[in-house]
């Protein structure tokens, strides 16, 4: 019987180290990256970079930046986004097609070239952007990167999405995490499942010895006829039962309780319902309007800014959709009239305007601080970047996670292109005077725009 007791309770320890030791590794895959395999990927990519450069046609890195800044929001290598997926682009297309098609795509389909009406027919006639400040070297920049990324080895399924980062924050973690996650209720169910096999067998063990040694045993009351209440009190008082049943739900509502907290306030995929239903994907995708147009405020300050109704007015004074609605005006037109007090008819303005109550769709904590003008005029970043593929767009939505992690991994990726621009050029003015041992106060460092302080 002592044996029987010794084996049972060696099977219960390992069962409880094999818990502790999934649960660490789940916790540790949620926070810890893997260096080695970056360090391994990152000497992959260089060994074969390194090979991939004999055999393209011009700068990989200067491609790599072009790349990051105008293609990834509708791109990728591996996988259809918006647009086809890139890698072996050099091999189905040649290089002074793939020229043209990227600065301006839709000059060739208007000509009639034929792989250009296949490919705008396949991916259901979405005009990609034209890039015709692009020049013939800044586009076999961009193929040779292409063809360098293209020819690396494919990343494990944890790491890759990582390293992009816009997906999120959390999609590659993720895959590691939920099976990590499913092993773990797999083994506490087996273990639930082995206990409760071992309590029988103990149980028929030691009536058997005991009836061996001659004792009278009282047999059990008939369980088919018992309460319910007396069967919780039964299994209550098996003390095996409950102690599994404890960790189960400890397990259980930790594992929520730190998801749930992981994810607070990180709103990605968000789409409320707009006073106006106003389409990006019409606006900046068909007719191509710049978003600065309208989000004024981007280059040049803190917020883009949400443009006011006499900005929709220079177009909508006279652009009023009546074609599509049997001679009448738009709806989502109207709206603006009626904010306006407008009077299509007489073009006069009343005197009871209401502003649109817009719902804000991104938003980040009070303690983080953002500004538009050091990312678009500074960092020369798309829109796109940070808000997604937003010329497809019929309703907003929030395209990135907007968590710290997403926004550190962008500036640990991204390169500064520092050539030309005036901000860096102070930097480096700077840098030169320390050089030569001269003073630098914090006025020679900006110290004395209004911006430092009230912002």
């Not at 509708?74 to 002074?96: F, I, N, Q, S, Y």
Request: glycine fraction near 8%.
């Amino acid at each position: 019987m002592s044996s029987i007791s010794l084996v049972f309770r060696r099977v219960v320890k390992s069962l409880i180290l094999v818990s502790v030791l999934s649960i660490g590794i789940h916790v540790k895959a949620q926070n810890a990256p893997d260096a080695n395999a970056a360090a391994e990927q990152s000497a992959a990519g260089a060994a074969t970079g390194a090979s991939a450069a004999q055999a393209v046609k011009g700068d990989a890195n200067a491609g790599g930046a072009i790349f990051k800044q105008k293609c990834t929001a509708c791109h990728a290598m591996d996988r259809t986004v918006v647009g086809p997926a890139l890698k072996g682009v050099h091999e189905r297309h040649d290089e002074a097609w793939l020229i043209k098609w990227i600065k301006n795509s839709q000059a060739l389909v208007a000509a009639g070239d034929p792989a250009a009406v296949k490919v705008f027919n396949e991916y259901n006639k979405t005009v990609m952007t034209p890039f015709p400040e692009l020049s013939d070297d800044d586009v076999r920049n961009i193929l040779a990167y292409i063809q360098v990324e293209g020819d690396k080895p494919a990343a494990p399924a944890g790491g890759a999405q990582g390293a992009e980062g816009s997906t999120g924050a959390g999609q590659g973690s993720g895959e590691v995490s939920n099976f990590m996650l499913g092993g773990l209720i797999v083994v506490v169910i087996v273990a639930l499942l082995v206990i409760l096999v071992l309590n029988r067998v103990i149980k028929t063990l030691e009536r058997l010895l005991l009836q061996k040694q001659g004792i009278v045993i009282e047999e059990e009351a008939d369980e088919e006829g018992e309460s319910a209440a007396a069967k919780i009190r039964r299994l209550s008082k098996n003390k095996k039962l409950v102690f599994f049943i404890t960790i189960l739900l400890i397990i259980f509502f930790g594992t929520w309780g730190w998801i749930a907290m992981w994810n607070t306030g990180v709103h990605q995929g968000y789409q409320p319902t707009q006073p106006i239903k106003y389409s990006h994907q019409l606006h900046a995708g068909t007719l191509k309007i710049d978003c600065q147009y309208c989000h004024s405020g981007a280059y040049k300050s803190k917020n883009a800014s949400i443009p006011s109704l006499n900005v929709c007015m220079n177009c909508h004074n006279y652009v009023q959709a009546t074609e599509k609605y049997n001679g009448e005006i738009s709806p989502e037109i109207m709206k603006i009239y009626k904010a306006l007090d407008y009077d299509p008819q007489t073009k006069q303005y009343g005197s009871n305007p209401k502003p649109i109550q817009w719902v804000r769709i991104h938003n980040l904590p009070d303690f983080a601080y953002f500004n538009h003008s050091q990312h678009v005029s500074v960092g020369g970043l798309a829109c796109q970047k940070c808000h997604g593929p937003i010329q497809t767009m019929s309703e907003v939505y929030q395209y990135s996670p907007l968590t710290m992690k997403w926004c550190i991994n962008c500036h640990r990726e991204n390169n500064v292109n520092y050539k030309g621009n005036a901000y860096y050029d102070k930097v480096i003015a700077v840098h030169d005077q320390l050089k030569k041992g001269e003073k630098v106060t914090p006025a020679v460092l900006g110290g004395l725009e209004c911006g430092k302080c009230h912002y």
